[in-house]
């Protein structure tokens, strides 16, 4: 699927929305993105995974390895395109990203980090930190949206299967509140 396929596939399954939202962090945005509402369908869960994977080929990936929680099943769908293991991290007591639940890394293992949306690509830097402190080389991160608009900065090679530069406004100086609609909070947990 080219980029405009991924757009209409992920606009028909509401993943990305268009209108007057509040965003968890209090600011507004005319788009809401929720990828749980595109990978609920296992069919395009699979397909996304296998797109995702055809932009790592060659780099002898070991293991891909997601934040939880939303990095968990698009994750598992690039491992099993790529014939590997797919494995997470998850916040420990500390609220740190940890490996837990026994998984291991092998030394030197070539590691791909897997997400579903990068807005700042903060979980994915801080994936590529526990893993690298464990003893695995992260060779690439990838993503089905990078909504950064470019300012991503990872250390790594990234690939995206989608690119949008998706525009917050502080509500006091907010055009979608100037035309007098109110702002909807779209769900229990818009990504920021
Ligand atoms: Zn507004």
């Known amino acids: 699927m080219d980029e405009l396929d991924i757009l209409t596939l992920l606009e028909n399954c509401k993943a990305i929305r268009r209108g007057h939202f509040e965003l968890s962090s209090g600011r507004h945005s005319d788009t809401y993105v929720q990828c749980a509402a595109v990978l ?52 420990d007591a500390s609220g740190r990203l940890a490996l837990r639940r026994n998984f291991r890394v092998e030394q030197g293992e070539r590691i791909l980090v897997i997400e579903d949306v990068w807005t700042t690509g903060g979980s994915t830097r801080e994936t590529i930190s526990v893993i690298e402190s464990e003893g695995g080389l992260v060779v690439a ?29 502080d509500p006091s100086d907010c055009p979608l509140c100037r035309t007098g609609d109110a702002a909807v909070r779209p769900g229990s947990h818009f990504r920021s």
């Open 40 to 91: 609920q369908y296992p069919p395009h869960a699979e397909s996304l995974g296998r797109d995702l994977a055809a932009k790592f080929p060659g780099l002898g990936i070991g293991c891909v390895i997601s934040p939880a929680l939303g990095g968990v099943i698009i994750g598992q769908e690039v491992g099993r395109a790529l014939g590997t293991r797919a494995i997470f991290v998850e916040r």
């Open 141 to 169: 991160a990838g993503a089905i949206i990078d909504r950064s608009g470019g300012d991503l900065n990872l250390p790594v090679r990234t690939e995206a299967l989608l690119h949008m530069d998706v525009r917050s406004y």
